[in-house]
């Protein structure tokens, strides 16, 4: 492979309706796409999972578009590479930034896939067909129209519900979730809402039968989570905490955490989250792969990388139509009683709908 041209795209697209979280509320959406052109033609295409503002991690949209204009592509362009996995050793000599590093290398995963011929999925070595899917629900305005989400959602097949606390709309929406739905498969996450002097309320949860609970402290912490989970019975699953392998080591070996949410843009690309999932499962701790309420490109990695083994867990990528009135790919991420079958075709396996992305489209950048 050798890119010779790329292409960033900035898009705005609106949610059906806006998600809320411990930090905040989001309803239209801008992200980066980047479009990265072989030298014989071929096309992939990588999204940025960065928002527009630094709530989630460091990163937003403009710094991925520095550090993509300043630092990533120059270091691509023209570079003979043989295969994906080098990407990341490019990018070595840059700190951090994963999500700006995740854009160029989901791009160079796709162009490989298809000159390889492989869907992305066997690329990454994946051994699924279809992939099981949960949903996450964010804060709603009542418990009754969380319960009615609920309702639906397990109707619609989705295999685990994930719910957002944060102080105050905790302890009594997991119980009356527990009571209305006594043997769905349910879960938490506080988006680091909580402190360890928070752990006598945590530990109600206990009481609630939950598959887990995610990143309840602070998204820096690995310390506190070990000493938390050490007072809780239900697991907790670490998602801001992890930036890479040696950041899942460190957590699993300290006792931090007991299942871990893969977020390919947070660590940095496909090829780390593909040694965190061969790490976890040499050690017997399950992997899910988390959501960023990403387009259908975006998803579409998701899903590929869903395949490996040792995603055993039910994972937040849910179908296009749970955000998108209109997706960017064709035909859209269709997810039925709670499956998403993997697409076969090579690549990321679906066509980019360009009418949409140019639809959705603020502004574009060509590099060469
Ligand atoms: O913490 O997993 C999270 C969305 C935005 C930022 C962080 C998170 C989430 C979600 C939704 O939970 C996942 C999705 O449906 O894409
Ligand atoms: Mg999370």
């Given at each position: 492979m050798k890119i010779t041209d790329i292409t960033i795209h900035h898009l705005r697209m609106t949610m059906k309706n806006p998600f809320t979280t411990s930090f905040g509320s989001l309803q239209d959406k801008e992200f980066l796409l980047?479009?990265?052109?072989?030298?014989?033609?071929?096309?992939?295409?990588?999204?940025?999972?960065?928002?527009?503002?630094?709530?989630?991690?460091?990163?937003?949209?403009?710094?991925?578009?520095?550090?993509?204009?300043?630092?990533?592509?120059?270091?691509?362009?023209?570079?003979?590479?043989?295969?994906?996995?080098?990407?990341?050793?490019?990018?070595?000599?840059?700190?951090?930034n994963n999500m700006a590093k995740s854009t160029i290398e989901g791009a160079v995963w796709d162009i490989y896939a298809q000159q390889t011929n492989q869907s992305l999925a066997e690329a990454l070595g994946g051994t699924r067909d279809k992939i099981e899917v949960g949903i996450s629900i964010g804060i709603q305005n009542s418990l009754e129209e969380l319960v009615d989400i609920v309702d639906r959602s397990?109707?619609?097949?989705?295999?685990?519900?994930?719910?957002?606390?944060?102080?105050?709309?905790?302890?009594?929406?997991?119980?009356?979730?527990?009571?209305?739905f006594p043997d769905?498969?349910?879960?938490?996450?506080?988006?680091?809402?909580?402190?360890?002097?928070?752990?006598?309320?945590?530990?109600q949860l206990d009481a609630f039968d939950l598959m887990m609970i995610e990143?309840?402290?602070?998204?820096?912490?690995?310390?506190?989570?070990?000493?938390?989970?050490?007072?809780?019975?239900?697991?907790?699953?670490?998602?801001?905490?992890?930036?890479?392998?040696?950041?899942?080591?460190?957590?699993?070996?300290?006792?931090?955490?007991?299942?871990?949410?893969?977020?390919?843009?947070?660590?940095?690309?496909?090829?780390?989250?593909?040694?965190i999932h061969?790490?976890?499962?040499?050690q017997g701790v399950p992997v899910w792969c988390g959501g960023m309420l990403e387009s259908g490109i975006?998803?579409?990695?998701?899903?590929?990388?869903?395949?490996?083994?040792?995603?055993?867990?039910?994972?937040?990528?849910?179908?296009?139509?749970?955000?998108w009135k209109k997706d960017i790919i064709l035909p859209e991420v269709v997810a039925a009683d709670g499956y998403i079958d993997v697409p076969q075709t090579a690549g990321i396996g679906y066509e980019i709908d360009r009418k949409t992305v140019e639809s959705y489209t603020i502004t574009k950048k060509e590099y060469k």
């Open positions: 980047l479009e990265a052109k072989d030298a014989d033609g071929t096309i992939g295409w990588g999204e940025s999972v960065a928002f527009e503002t630094p709530w989630y991690n460091e990163e937003t949209l403009k710094t991925n578009w520095h550090m993509l204009e300043d630092f990533l592509i120059p270091l691509i362009l023209n570079k003979e590479i043989k295969h994906p996995d080098e990407v990341s050793q490019i990018f070595a000599p840059i700190r951090k397990l109707k619609d097949g989705y295999k685990r519900i994930k719910v957002k606390i944060k102080p105050g709309w905790d302890v009594d929406v997991m119980r009356a979730l527990r009571e209305e769905a498969a349910i879960m938490a996450d506080a988006n680091s809402a909580y402190r360890l002097e928070d752990s006598a309320l945590l530990k990143q309840p402290l602070a998204s820096d912490d690995i310390i506190d989570h070990a000493q938390l989970q050490k007072e809780l019975k239900t697991p907790i699953c670490l998602d801001e905490s992890i930036h890479s392998l040696e950041d899942a080591r460190k957590a699993i070996e300290l006792g931090s955490t007991e299942i871990i949410n893969i977020k390919i843009g947070r660590v940095g690309g496909l090829t780390e989250a593909k040694k061969d790490y976890c499962e040499a975006g998803r579409a990695h998701n899903i590929a990388l869903t395949t490996l083994p040792n995603f055993i867990l039910p994972g937040d990528t849910s179908g296009s139509n749970r955000y």
